[in-house]
């Protein structure tokens, strides 16, 4: 499927649960308890006036949500924007040193390692003692709750051209970008910088196996050290096609003028955003960080955070492909293996 430009707007289905596939299911007759944020939750979250959110999103997202927030409710967020190895690696040296600058943080894909960590050392919260209002009152679907962490973005994984490089017939899946006729047209990036990248390539071990690999090292990709840079070299008409790329990467070029679109094979993975909140002891504006955390959870907020196209959030997974499969956990150990298959080592 061809994606074009314009952000869809969510609904109010149910989503996706990792590990187990992806089901959209109506909201229940019974309906979702329609509780609001505590005035006490509010009125702390803006006399700390600010907080600090770690953000594996891109730059336009993270500061979209922060300005609606900011229109909402009057508290300022100051955004980092850094890549989710980047981030987990940051956050934990801060931890270690005893002090973390970030009240919250939202990372991207494989969180076991780091998780486990950030959970045994105390640097995060569960949200089932968060106080979270989202979650307490049982608005935030349960299912993509994950301990400290918790789901709330899902952008599957397509593939980027460029339209001024491929003319006529554009391929529709991973198989048919393998024609050697779009030898050294490939964009990659190196999935040292995100276990992300690793999950979407054994995805496609899984499915295609090892000749998938033989064959793409054939076609001689260019290789990036990351992802963002990537993007900005297939709008330049460096190269014809990045894979894989996630839609938020791509909009904001394309915003630009970028002749670059979009397509989403029907078979795919994704990378799953999960949330996180310091710990209270930890954090330097821990009520606020609540209470943007709330908002990230909440119905308005969760559509504000996935308006992109081919990204669902946990009250839509609708817009996920019919065939999109939940990423691996666990993948720091085969970081390695799939950078020899995509030949950045030999």
Avoid: C
Avoid at 11 to 28: C, F, K, P, Y
Avoid at 90 to 104: F, K, L, M, V
Avoid at 291 to 309: I, K, Q, R, T
């Amino acid at each position: 499927m061809k994606i074009g430009r314009r952000a869809v707007s969510g609904g109010i289905l149910a989503g996706v649960l990792g590990g187990r596939g992806v089901s959209a299911q109506g909201v229940s007759a019974q309906g979702v308890p329609a509780q609001g944020v505590d005035d006490a939750l509010v009125r702390a979250a803006k006399a700390e006036g600010s907080l600090i959110f770690y953000s594996a999103t891109t730059e336009a997202v993270a500061r979209r949500v922060g300005e609606a927030f900011e229109r909402k409710y009057g508290i300022k967020v100051q955004a980092l924007r850094i890549n989710s190895a980047g981030l987990m690696q940051r956050y934990a040296s801060e931890a270690q040193t005893g002090n973390i600058a970030a009240d919250i943080g939202l990372t991207a894909g494989d969180v076991a390692a780091f998780g486990a960590e950030a959970v045994r050392n105390g640097w995060v919260v569960d949200y089932a003692q968060a106080g979270v209002p989202a979650v307490e009152s049982g608005r935030f679907p349960a299912r993509f709750l994950r301990g400290a962490f918790a789901i709330v973005q899902i952008q599957s994984y397509m593939f980027a051209y460029n339209t001024d490089r491929v003319k006529g017939s554009v391929p529709r899946d991973w198989l048919e970008l393998l024609d050697t006729r779009f030898r050294g047209e490939w964009i990659i990036a190196d999935p040292v910088t995100s276990d992300a990248y690793s999950a979407f390539w054994l995805a496609m071990l899984d499915a295609y196996g090892e000749s998938f690999f033989e064959r793409l090292r054939a076609l001689a990709p260019r290789r990036f050290r990351e992802g963002v840079p990537a993007t900005q070299a297939l709008a330049a008409g460096e190269g014809s096609f990045q894979v894989p790329v996630i839609p938020s990467q791509v909009t904001e070029v394309q915003k630009k003028g970028a002749p670059v679109e979009l397509v989403r094979p029907e078979f795919t993975t994704g990378v799953e955003f999960p949330l996180f909140l310091t710990a209270p002891g930890k954090a330097k504006h821990p009520n606020a960080a609540r209470l943007f955390a709330d908002y990230l959870m909440s119905v308005e907020g969760n559509a504000v955070l996935n308006d992109e196209p081919g990204t669902a959030g946990v009250y839509d997974a609708s817009r996920l492909p019919a065939k999109y499969v939940s990423p691996k956990q666990g993948l720091a150990l085969r970081r390695e293996e799939v950078r020899k298959l995509l030949g950045y080592v030999s």
